[in-house]
Each structure stands twice: as C-alpha cells, then as structure tokens.
C-alpha cells in the first residue's frame, strides 16, 4: 500500500510555527475520523496477531530496529507483527498525515506491546531513540582486552561476555571452519559499534561476528584459500600480523614473510605469539598485563602450542582480532621473498631475503 501523501494549502503570510499548530490539528481530527472508519478492521487484524486476539496491552518492552533509509512500510508490518500496534494500515495513514513517508530517523526505538497507533507514529516522529552506548575495540586485542572494555563501557560485564562467547550455535558461515572446541578470539571485528543500553551479552556477541562475517568478504575469503589458507588459519595469520605490524603499509610485507617462511617449513618466530601464551599464566598477566613488552631469551623457551618459537607453523588458533587491513595482507600478500625483518626502533622494520642480510640489520638497528 502506498503512503498517503497529504499537502495544506498556505496562505501568503502563514508562519511554520503556526503551520506547524495547523497540521497537529488536522492529524488530532484526522485520527479520530480514520481511527472510527477502521474500527472494524483494527478489531479484525487485532485478532490475527499471532493468532491471540487483540493485541493486549502491557508494559513489556519491544525494541524496533529502523535502519537507514527504511521503507515505513515494512516497519509498520514489522510493528504490527511485534504487538506493538494492531493496524498497520491505520499506522501508514497516520504517519502520511504527519508527512513521516521519508523522514523515518534511523535506530533502536522502544515501545511497548498494545501501546496507542498515534503515539507509537509520534515516538518515530520525535526520532527519540533508545539510548546507545559508543564502543571502539582497536585491532590487535584478545578476547579478555574486550571483555574488560564492555564493562567498562557499561554495557554488559566482562563475566557475562565471555560466558557467551561460549556458546556453540551461532550460525555466521566464516566461523564454521574452526577446529572443534576452538574459541572465538580472533573473530570478534574490531570497529565501532552502536549497542542498545538493553543489548544482552548474546546479541553483542552476534553484532561482532556478523560484522566479522561481512567485512572478511567471500572474495578475500577465496583470495586467502589461494595462498592455501583455510578461513581460520587465515584469521590466525592475520592476528600476528596485526600484531607484529606498526606501519600501516608494511602488512603485506610481513604477511609475504611469513608466508614464505611456512612454505619453507622454518618457524615464525613471532613474537606476539610468545606473549600471548605467556599471559595464560594468570600472574603472568597481572604482573605484565596481556602483552609483556620485553621478552627475555628463557621467554621465547616456554612450551606451548602458541609458541612460534617452539613450534613450527601457525598456532592452534588467533592470538587477537585483526583488522581488516591484516585479513587483506594475508589473502593479498606483496610479491616478495623476505624471510626476515627486524625492528628499526621507530615502528618501522628492515626486511630480508637471506639471513646474512637480517644479521646487518641486526647489527644496523639493534646494537
């Protein structure tokens, strides 16, 4: 059904404000006469939704979402499909008499079940949306680095968060091809997100991964399979190198190092991997917080699986969510033979093909 489209002829000298008190007028007039001629019909749509009788009036709470640029009327079916209102059709009408047709405000807006049809069209005519919280998760941070950032953020504790990343049905199609029994870290997109006040742990969990699913594209996900890459031993690369990488530009040339170097079966040696596993130790932890920043000669000993020093080739898993800019480096490395690259001391790094030429880099940048 299309919109109502209502106009009011003004006269030469007829001010907004006082155009603005007539057409509040006509539409309180307006309500009454559509509200009487679709009496019937609202008493029998009433009885359809879903298939309950008419929608009861409560105080529970319903969140509609309005994304941008939405068609009103499927919000209104959606209205009346939540129990918000009992008429789409009387809620189309009544938000053509307000001229809402195209100016529907995007977000989360709360209303409750049964509430008056006029005043659910005045709550999206205000555009007064629920209140949301801001959170940023920079790239490079593991899962627990999140967790604390939500609650700080006051969005849901830090306890509950993790507790939901442990849920073994969420559906995305990119998380599918992890091993059994590995968790979420590394599938959590680091952006900026707007939350609802109300959001539940589950549903951020969901937001970060379908924003995860959306961004790693199927054509950087075919791209990364071409370097013989699996989406998880992708997302595993690329944690590293958003880890190891400060200069934006050098994530291709360190993905390409690695890469070669896995072809070659020689270790990664990086060092982030080494952090990550020794911040498993709780104490670790707390004494040196998630990434300790010196690593000392009997740190890049310790036995574990995420030891790329103790281990050849990639770790069982992420060691912290990558950017989108790291998953493009590693489906879309440089065409180079580095096998090396050494810290500058500036954020930058010397790279190299043969280990001669990383030992003077070496000995250039690390005296």
């Known amino acids: 059904m299309p919109w109502p489209r209502y106009s009011i002829a003004r006269g030469g000298h007829v001010s907004r404000a006082g155009l603005s008190t007539l057409v509040l007028a006509v539409v309180v007039v307006a309500i009454g006469w559509v509200a009487m001629a679709r009496a019937p019909a609202i008493a029998a749509r009433g009885a359809e939704v879903r298939g309950?009788?008419?929608?009861?009036?409560?105080?529970?709470?319903?969140?509609?979402?309005?994304?941008?640029?939405?068609?009103?009327?499927?919000?209104?079916?959606?209205?009346?499909?939540?129990?918000?209102?009992?008429?789409?059709?009387?809620?189309?009408?009544?938000?053509?008499?307000?001229?809402?047709?195209?100016?529907?405000?995007?977000?989360?807006?709360?209303?409750?079940?049964?509430?008056?049809?006029?005043?659910?069209?005045?709550?999206?005519?205000?555009?007064?949306?629920?209140?949301?919280?801001?959170v940023t998760i920079p790239e490079g941070w593991r899962l627990e680095e999140t967790a604390a950032l939500f609650e700080r953020q006051g969005l849901v504790s830090a306890a509950d968060f993790l507790q939901a990343l442990e849920a073994a049905d969420y559906g995305q199609t990119a998380i599918q091809q992890r091993p059994a029994g590995a968790s979420l870290e590394g599938y959590l997109f680091p952006d900026t997100y707007f939350f609802s006040k109300k959001a539940t742990p589950r549903e951020v969990v969901e937001r970060l991964l379908t924003t995860f699913e959306q961004r790693f594209t199927t054509d950087l996900r075919a791209a990364a399979q071409a370097q013989k890459l699996s989406v998880h031993q992708a997302v595993t690369l690329a944690s590293i190198v958003e880890r190891e990488a400060q200069v934006a530009e050098e994530r291709p040339l360190i993905a390409a190092v690695f890469l070669n170097r896995l072809r070659l079966n020689m270790p990664l040696q990086a060092d982030p991997t080494v952090q990550y596993a020794i911040a498993s130790n709780p104490a670790s932890a707390t004494r040196?917080?998630?990434?300790?920043?010196?690593?000392?000669?009997?740190?890049?000993?310790?036995?574990?699986?995420?030891?790329?020093?103790?281990?050849?080739?990639?770790?069982?898993?992420?060691?912290?969510?990558?950017g989108l800019a790291a998953l493009r480096a590693v489906a879309q490395p440089a065409a180079v033979k580095h096998l090396y690259f050494v810290a500058k001391g500036d954020g930058s790094h010397a790279f190299a093909d043969s280990l001669d030429e990383h030992n003077r880099n070496v000995q250039k940048y690390q005296r």
């Open 52 to 134: 309950r009788g008419p929608v009861p009036v409560t105080d529970e709470s319903v969140l509609i979402k309005v994304p941008a640029g939405a068609n009103g009327n499927a919000i209104s079916r959606q209205m009346q499909q939540s129990g918000v209102i009992a008429d789409a059709g009387l809620f189309r009408t009544l938000a053509g008499l307000m001229g809402l047709e195209n100016q529907l405000a995007a977000g989360e807006y709360e209303f409750t079940h049964g509430m008056p049809t006029g005043e659910a069209v005045q709550r999206l005519r205000t555009g007064v949306t629920v209140p949301s919280v801001t």
């Open 288 to 322: 040196y917080g998630w990434w300790k920043r010196d690593l000392t000669v009997d740190d890049l000993k310790i036995k574990s699986p995420y030891s790329t020093y103790a281990n050849p080739g990639l770790p069982p898993g992420p060691i912290a969510s990558p």
